[in-house]
């Protein structure tokens, strides 16, 4: 029993960052931008939020940092894209370039040092429950960031008015402006809310996944919150579960090797990709099929007429 | 998305001296990592290295570097970049750098190039390694002292023979004081990747192993260990400071003298393809020191460091193949081609060699 709960809280702890990322990705995306940077912003979260709980001592504050560090990079993302106009492919890509190599040299004198870590949550009476209790009441605090964090956005984009907006936004920006609602704006919002996201994400590598900072220690993951956002068509609770998915699928093939039983590896490291194509082959199979699925404008820059 | 950063590093008084007309003709060395020099493991030593080459050599040398260089056919261009800003003596550091370098060494006959752990040379290309196996007995001695479960986690990236050697060197050393001890062996197909390693490190000792060894790079593991009150091993610097009370000791890599030695010879003109495995007898492989152990298992592990500094090696017969077919005679000691070739474990390695 004991095994199953330790296997249990390390998938929550590996699919945690991915939910986080993946999460603020899906709004940026249902707002009709397409962020390739998520890679570039968590890896600045990662290292900010290192270095402010190592500076101050208080890991607290570097989830604060990590936040704001993603947060602010991709403000960058935004202005270039949304006031400038550039193509986002190419802008996302080159801010996660940016934002790994720029991690790498702030965080030279941080290479090393052991920094802060979150303490997990611990109720008197309630986590020492057995097999639930450390399940629900004794997990790092980002864990149940990242469960409210997926009820708020799915409450946010389908029970409000301003959920409603930013997603017809995404399906139409020049139906949505003609409308008179100001599409540059919620963009920017949106962005700069994925890039907080990002960012906290990152904090959780650096201040309670592993307590440390080491470039490019993100190796990768941003990258699976982007396919995880396509593999989920665009749905948070299919995020929540696509990210609980990968993480169980990684942790178990560590399992079984531990086991004794040969597993590839090497393919279920790719699982999270290939699972991702194998979606894009079925949604885009069926005309009906897109364009209830994915946000019809995402990835096309918009420049409002005057 | 592989990024390719570039840092050249010169320091202030060549700077000023490059400026000077009369300023001697500067050697360039240069070097090309696989991680980030930031890993604080097997990269990061190599950095040092290259900085004790620009403390003991000064003036007279200008040093280069490109870090996050993937292996395999990418890393040609890395070379090819570096032999045509005028680098003259270069060292790749990994073992998926040989090919790549061996092919560029043909290009540029007047550049000598140098490889870590590889075992393809030519007339302008050398190879060095470091006896890390040295090491990983002794580890596997203390595991074995130490373990009360008798199974120990192995975290392992690549199936080259440099981790296979070190796999059934660890076994051998522990198989010498515990017959019966096991080792769970995990393989994260990367060098690099710490949030893996943390989940590797817990998936091994929730399946009930209590020492952690590892083959990657990165301080992760032997946080877990620290955390969970278990003990574990640092890998290529002293990790001591993230893991206290966990670390028993750790194989540090201490490039430095090898690098000063080589582009030494280079200035000098005496520069000759090499093929150099040094080991702990050398100093380029070092023991961090031994902690969290009573004094009966430190005095073991200093008797087996001074056994091998006067000549010993691990791998001295008899031992038998994982299937149990002889492989060394009585006192027979394995080659170093063999070794440097390793494709097989030995006998107690509880794990299928992945292909």
Sequence with gaps: MDITVNILLTIATAATPLLIAAIGELVVERSGVLNLGVEGMMIMGAVGGFGAGYLTGSPWIGLLAAIALGAVFSLLFAVMTLSLATNQVATGLSLTLLGLGLSGMMGTSFVGQPGARLPNLDIPGLTAIPVVGRLLFGQDPIFYISIALTAAVMWFLFKTRTGLTLRSIGDSHTSAHALGIHVIRYRYLAVIFGGACAGLAGGHLSLVYTPQWVENMTAGRGWIALALVVFASWRPWRVLAGAYIFGAVWIGQLHAQAFGIPVPSQLLSSLPYLATIVVLVLISRNKRLTMMNTPASLGQPFVPDR | ?355
């Design chain 2, 1 to 355: 998305m592989k990024k390719l950063l570039i840092a050249l590093v010169t320091t202030a008084a060549a700077l000023s001296l490059a400026a000077t007309a009369e300023a001697q003709e500067k050697l360039k060395a240069c070097w090309v990592y696989t991680g980030p020099i930031g890993d604080f493991g097997y990269s990061y030593q190599h950095d040092q290295g290259r900085l004790d080459v620009e403390k003991a050599l000064g003036d007279k040398v200008e040093t280069a570097y490109l870090e996050n260089v993937s292996e395999g056919p990418d890393a040609d261009r890395a070379f090819e970049r570096l032999a045509r800003e005028g680098c003259k003596i270069i060292f790749g550091t990994s073992f998926g750098f040989m090919d790549p370098e061996v092919k560029v060494a043909k290009k540029f006959p007047d550049v000598m190039f140098e490889h870590a752990t590889g075992y393809k040379t030519s007339d302008n290309l050398g190879i060095y390694n470091a006896r890390f196996y040295e090491g990983r007995y002794i580890l596997g001695q203390i595991a074995a002292k130490q373990s009360k479960s008798g199974v120990a986690g192995y975290i392992v990236s690549f199936p080259i023979p440099e981790v296979v050697m070190g796999i059934n060197s660890f076994m051998l050393g522990a198989q010498s004081i515990n017959p019966d001890f096991k080792a769970k062996i995990v393989w994260v197909n990367s060098w690099f990747d710490p949030g893996k390693e943390a989940d590797a490190a817990k998936a091994l000792f929730d399946q009930g192993a209590d020492i952690i060894v590892q083959h990657t790079d990165s301080t992760a593991a032997l946080q877990v260990a620290e955390e969970r009150g278990l003990q574990g091993f640092g890998q290529s610097s002293d990790m001591i400071k993230f893991a206290p009370k966990a670390q028993l000791t750790s194989i540090v890599d201490d490039w430095g003298p090898y690098y000063v030695s080589r582009v030494k010879a280079a200035l000098d003109g005496t520069w000759k393809p090499g093929n150099v495995w040094l080991g702990i007898k050398d100093g380029a492989v070092k023991m961090a020191a031994y902690t969290n152990m009573p004094d009966d298992v430190k005095a073991m592990a200093q008797a087996t460091e001074k056994k091998i500094v006067d000549g010993w090696n691990p791998f001295t017969g008899p031992i038998a193949k994982q299937d149990g077919t002889p492989w060394l005679k009585e006192g027979e000691v394995a080659d170093d081609g063999t070794l440097l070739g390793m494709n097989f474990y030995v006998k107690g390695v509880d794990d299928k060699l992945p292909q």
